[in-house]
């Protein structure tokens, strides 16, 4: 039985335009969700009534990248930028798909520093609904 084809994330990359980074470790995508309201009578009975918010949360996104030597670290930074995530291409080129929207940098870990340990620093960035997260079709290759 052949091998079921699949797709590892070496090569996918980010750009961020306020800049920070390094080598990027791993990409924690977000998980977008739509919130369910209860719309529950109380002469109601068996089941509770749901119904879709009007709006999509958008979530965040985690990165981890290793900080070089000399580099500096990251800061939770209010101000608006524009993240985008390319992922990898197919065995056969073009481009991979992406993900592109604005929102601001909430949260920044700490990172470890111990010896024999590369430095490191997660980065969440929050889509703040602005623009997208839009998601862009892979581009085939030959």
Do not use: H, Y
Request: charged residues 10%.
């Amino acid at each position: 039985m052949p091998l079921p084809e699949a797709m590892t994330g070496q090569g996918a990359q980010v750009s961020l335009t306020g800049g920070g980074g390094g080598c990027l470790k791993s990409i924690q995508l977000p998980t977008m969700s739509i919130e369910a309201i209860d719309a529950s009578c109380l002469s109601d009975t068996g089941f509770a009534k749901k119904v879709a918010n009007d709006l999509t949360d958008a979530g965040s996104v985690q990165m981890t990248f290793f900080i070089p030597p000399g580099g500096n670290m990251a800061a939770p930074d209010a101000a608006q930028q524009t993240l985008t995530i390319t992922m990898p291409a197919g065995p056969n080129g073009g481009s991979g798909a992406t993900i592109t929207g604005d929102g601001f940098i909430s949260e920044v870990s700490g990172p470890s520093i111990g010896i024999g340990e590369i430095v490191e620093q997660t980065i969440t960035f929050t889509f703040d609904g602005t623009t997208g997260p839009t998601l862009g079709a892979a581009a085939g290759g030959s």
